[in-house]
């Protein structure tokens, strides 16, 4: 059969080729990718977003240091139980509510200044966009999906927007397209503002729970004259019990003495800066010494100083010195058995006090005046004391041996003692003495002591108040 043309193979088409000019192009040159006019809103940023919180820093930062306490180890060891201080915690002497104010300020701060930390890092991310732009290169560019990321950091620099990026990263590969060089530093950038942010309301709250209000105690030391009492630079070298002129002036029909108005405001417990204090050791032996009286002034005012000191024994020698035979009339004749003391006391009613002193502790040279005694130094005390009171029956030494009366009513006794003179340092804290050390003074606070005690009366009255009170 023939077949028909229908179904043969027909003929080739005809393609007639011809060449494609190409377009002519224009060569423009590249424009820059600086980006112009923006000095002042980048100044700006920053300003904004360093000052404040560098003013609030610094601010508390100053406080801190200004205001600082540092603890100060107390010189003696009976003020260790005092300090209490903490090594690892700094004592600020400032309000504590003013300081957790000044400190909220940079936490309060710190959050909004993240928009302006944003908008400098919009520029170079912007340069970045023009350089893709330019470059033809579409891997560079971003998105859309990664410009509404962008544009939302910019615009609204938060925790939501940080997350959004952040569930943008971690979304499959295969469901977004790769991280783009703008969206990556603008989401590091939040990321770390975002940190910084938060460590900053972080401190403010651990100063929140750790700044406390408490007791301190601060020791500072005090000058010498505040506390402590020695004698004139002139006394420092007496060699003599009397003739050394520097606390007793010998006139012409007396001795007293020099300077004499603090003594006797001592003596009568009047004295505004000064007093005499009595302390026993744990034996139970009794010293007294010269300290500050406590004032308004001083009454917190902890403290170590240094004084003088003395301790005195005493053993009752009236049988060794006085006897029956020797009280006649208005007076009374007493001589020692051990040693150069005799004489002769009224027994009327005028007080006396009679004070023979030795060179020695054998008791046998009672010339005393030119000398330079030893420490202790001893002395006898011949008393009459007669306060027209009687004797109370009640004391019990109505009855004692070793006490005698004389014809008009009066008390005698005599004693033996010896006398310590001490330098003298102790410590008074909240008023109290609570603890002290002494040592043996030298020949020249001896001698004075002994002169200043023995050849003026300025004490006797106030002796024998107290010895009328005690025999009585």
Same mark, same amino acid.
């Given at each position: ?16 080729? &011809? ?8 060569? *423009? ?13 980048? /100044?700006?940023?920053?300003? +904004? ?30 003020? $260790?139980s005092a300090a209490t201080a903490d090594p690892s915690v700094v004592y600020v002497d400032f309000p504590a509510t003013t300081l957790i104010i000044v400190a909220s300020w940079s936490s309060t701060m710190a959050p909004l200044i993240l928009p302006f930390l944003l908008t400098l890092v919009s520029f170079p991310v912007s340069r970045t ?16 999906? &990664? ?15 940080? /997350? ?33 942010? +938060?460590?900053?309301? $972080? ?49 012409? $029909? ?14 009568? =417990? ?7 204090? &009595? ?14 009286? &406590? ?37 009374? #004749? ?19 006090? *009679? ?12 010339? #005393? #005046? ?53 330098? /003298?340092?102790?410590?008074?804290? =909240? ?27 300025v004490g006797d009255s106030y002796v024998l108040q107290q010895t009328s009170l005690d025999v009585w």
């Amino acid at each position: 059969m023939k077949s028909s043309n229908h179904y043969g193979q027909g003929p080739e088409p005809n393609y007639t080729y &011809q060449p494609t000019m190409p377009t002519p192009t224009t060569e *423009v040159p590249n424009p820059t990718t600086r980006i112009r006019g923006v000095a002042r809103d980048i /100044w700006l940023a920053c300003m +904004i977003s360093s000052i404040p919180l560098v003013a609030f820093s610094a601010l508390l930062l100053g406080l801190v240091f200004h205001y600082q306490v540092i603890p100060k180890s107390p010189i003696s060891l009976s003020f $260790a139980s005092a300090a209490t201080a903490d090594p690892s915690v700094v004592y600020v002497d400032f309000p504590a509510t003013t300081l957790i104010i000044v400190a909220s300020w940079s936490s309060t701060m710190a959050p909004l200044i993240l928009p302006f930390l944003l908008t400098l890092v919009s520029f170079p991310v912007s340069r970045t966009l023009i350089q893709a732009s330019q470059s033809g290169d579409r891997t560079r560019q971003p998105t859309p999906r &990664q410009y509404a990321l962008i544009l939302r950091i910019m615009s609204n620099a938060s925790l939501s927007a940080l /997350w959004s990026c952040i569930t943008y990263v971690f979304t499959s590969k295969r469901k977004r397209a790769p991280m783009t060089q703008p969206l990556t530093f603008m989401t590091w950038m939040l990321a770390l503002a975002s940190l910084l942010s +938060i460590l900053v309301f $972080a401190t403010d709250t651990w100063l929140h729970f750790v700044t406390k209000t408490v007791p301190f105690t601060q020791f500072s030391p005090t000058t010498f004259d505040s506390a402590s009492f020695r004698f004139n630079e002139n006394c420092t070298n007496i060699n003599t019990t009397f003739t050394g002129g520097c606390t007793l002036n010998s006139a012409a $029909a007396n001795t007293f003495l020099i300077n004499s108005e603090p003594s006797l405001e001592l003596l009568a =417990n009047v004295s505004s800066t000064n007093m005499v204090q &009595q302390v026993a050791d744990s034996t139970g032996k009794s010293y007294a010494f010269v300290g500050l009286r &406590q004032t308004s002034q001083n009454a917190n005012l902890d403290y170590t100083a240094t004084s003088f000191g003395a301790s005195s024994h005493c053993q009752v020698v009236t049988k060794h010195c006085i006897s029956e035979n020797g009280i006649s009339g208005p007076q009374a #004749s007493y001589k020692c058995d051990f040693g150069a003391v005799q004489g002769v006391i009224p027994t009327t009613q005028v007080d006396a006090m *009679v004070l023979t002193y030795f060179t020695d502790s054998s008791m046998k040279n009672n010339v #005393s #005046s030119l000398v330079s005694l030893p420490n202790p130094y001893y002395f006898t005390a011949v008393v009459s004391v007669n306060q027209n009171l009687g004797r109370n029956p009640n004391r019990g030494l109505i009855d004692d041996p070793n006490i005698t009366s004389g014809l008009h009513g009066s008390t005698l006794f005599a004693l033996l003692c010896s006398t310590k003179v001490l330098d /003298w340092r102790y410590t008074s804290i =909240n008023g109290s003495v609570t603890s002290f050390s002494y040592s043996p003074s030298n020949a020249s606070t001896t001698n004075i002591v002994m002169g200043t005690e023995g050849y003026t009366h300025v004490g006797d009255s106030y002796v024998l108040q107290q010895t009328s009170l005690d025999v009585w």
